[in-house]
């Protein structure tokens, strides 16, 4: 303070007269050395990784009584945030990119999608529409229609073609729980506008299809639209079909349906059921479904990435004859959480149902009808930019390296699979179609089906044990059966065929 300064004219002055630095969450040089901190931290990681237990070994509640209930009031040093990160936070985590995890479908990802997450998150633009920030939609939607061509998609899926823009494109989102969600309620819509009645007084008589082995959250969704659930059909399968959809019981249950008053709406075909893999049979259904103005939408949540191997792509046979197709880059094409991409044949179907035009977000580009806006194709109104890390790892690696990453997950599963037949005291419960292997311990000599399953039990919680390994179960058939995902990122045949010499010891020790 300068000492001329009078009494009262020092109050503007205070912050720097007590020395205070003004509070600045964006320093560049913060950013900087927080980040380079926190790359640290993930790079050693994944050094270690490998010798960590892959189950934590926590009780409900563990982290409350570690760390302060309560909010600092003051600040303190990054150093010290990052310490309790490695003493309370990693020792509380399912290690979900150990080599050693085999649990449900691994998420996979690389350094290019955790390089392109950063960055995003850096960037924190929040494109709504084309207007709010250009390129995150010119990006989500070149990424999309890279990603489309990998698979062979239809061109009629694609958001621009060689000839311009066509009437089908798609969206990135959270989940595939998302993606059916849209499709829903634009089916439905269309349904409601079909059936010529006002508002929606024909919604208690639209139906919606499913498999047995369809993702439980399907249903879930079908609610969340306003179907009834009395209206869920749900068509069993068995082993004649290896748990895919049979077609004939599909157009069999639309007719009695039709029949009854029902009006046939939307029919979700899944390729690589989350249960066993099984796949349904996409061209049969969608011949079906032609027959009664039905929607299709195809969950290839995981096995759609293995479509951009050309042996795979038959299971995606008859996708050009398909309302929407999401997979989720996330299972399997090494993209970080999330990353859903939704492809539909008429983006105006979901933007009929989906659009709002509040004035504060009316611009020249939208008025244009030359920009998509893709708050209008899904639920809520902001949105990451994800295009950015699916374009960075289709880029960075090319479409060379993604087949080889896809088929040394499907080689590593297949010698598991010859491992396992190679053993007797086990079987393969399905046929494998990707990077899953359904096995159990088979029911032989004195042993009953329910005495099989009671061992597979106790070999599943005995080898989780250990640290080791992580497997999980499902029911196939009414036989529990345990479910061999292989494809986390770091793993190698080295891991695969450690995991088997543990749960061949842990079987041995409950068999004899
Ligand atoms: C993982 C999975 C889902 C669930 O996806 P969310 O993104 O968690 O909603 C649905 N269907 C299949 C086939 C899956 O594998």
């Not at 998150?121 to 890279?146: H, I, K, R, Y």
């Not at 040394?408 to 079987?427: L, N």
């Not at 990707?434 to 009953?448: D, E, N, P, Q, W």
Request: proline share 5%; net charge negative; aromatic share 8%.
């Amino acid at each position: 303070m300068g000492s001329l300064g009078t009494k009262h004219a020092s109050c503007t002055a205070i912050p720097e007269a007590e020395g205070k630095a003004e509070f600045q969450p964006l320093n560049p040089e913060d950013v900087r050395a927080y980040l380079h901190k926190a790359v640290d931290f993930i790079s050693d990681y994944y050094t270690n990784i490998k010798s960590m237990p892959v189950l934590p070994d926590v009780k409900p509640g563990y982290l409350q009584d570690e760390l302060s209930s309560s909010p600092p009031i003051d600040s303190a040093p990054f150093d010290d945030t990052m310490k309790e990160l490695r003493a309370s936070v990693v020792p509380g985590m399912t290690h979900w990119a150990s080599p050693n995890f085999f649990a449900f479908f691994p998420s996979t990802n690389s350094a290019a999608a955790i390089a392109g997450d950063l960055i995003a998150s850096a960037m924190n633009t929040v494109g709504f529409t084309w207007q709010a920030s250009p390129v995150a939609t010119e990006m989500e939607v070149l990424a999309l229609d890279w990603l489309a061509q990998l698979v062979r998609l239809p061109i009629t899926f694609m958001n621009r073609t060689s000839t311009g823009r066509g009437t089908g494109g798609g969206v990135i989102l959270g989940t595939t729980s998302e993606a059916m969600l849209v499709t829903l309620v634009a089916a439905r819509d269309a349904a409601l506008h079909r059936s010529g009645s006002a508002g929606v007084s024909d919604l208690p008589r639209l139906v919606v299809y499913a498999t047995d082995q369809t993702h439980s959250t399907f249903f879930k969704v079908c609610r969340l639209a306003g179907f009834d659930p009395a209206n869920f059909r749900s068509i069993p399968t068995g082993p004649e079909t290896n748990y895919g959809l049979d077609p004939v019981k599909l157009l069999e249950t639309m007719q009695a349906d039709r029949d009854t008053g029902f009006v046939p709406t939307y029919v979700c075909a899944t390729v690589g059921t989350t249960s066993s893999n099984a796949v349904d049979p996409v061209g049969a259904i969608a011949d079906i479904a032609t027959m009664f103005n039905v929607w299709v939408h195809v969950d290839a949540a995981y096995a759609g990435s293995a479509c951009i191997c050309p042996e795979f792509r038959h299971h995606l046979d008859g996708v050009e004859r398909v309302d929407s197709i999401s997979m989720s880059p996330h299972k399997w094409l090494l993209t970080c959480l999330d990353c859903t991409c939704l492809y539909v044949r008429d983006t105006h179907r979901l933007s009929g149902s989906l659009e709002t035009n509040p004035e504060y977000l009316n611009n020249d580009a939208t008025d244009s009808g030359k920009v998509t806006d893709l708050k209008d194709m899904q639920v809520g109104v902001g949105r990451r930019f994800r295009g950015l890390k699916l374009w960075m790892v289709m880029h960075t690696y090319g479409t060379s390296k993604l087949q080889e990453h896809i088929r040394k997950d499907v080689a590593m599963a297949k010698m598991f699979e010859d491992i396992v037949c190679s053993d007797d005291r086990f079987e393969v419960v399905v046929p494998r179609n990707f990077a899953l292997v359904c096995f159990r311990i088979k029911a032989s000599g004195a042993m009953t089906e329910e005495d099989a399953d009671g061992a597979n039990r106790v070999l599943m919680e005995n080898v989780n044990k250990t640290g080791k390994a992580y497997l999980a179960h499902t029911v196939v058939g009414d036989k529990f059966v345990l479910r061999f995902a292989v494809g986390s990122s770091l793993q190698e045949e080295r891991h695969v065929r450690n995991a088997w010499d543990l749960i061949k010891m842990t079987a041995s020790s409950i068999l004899d």
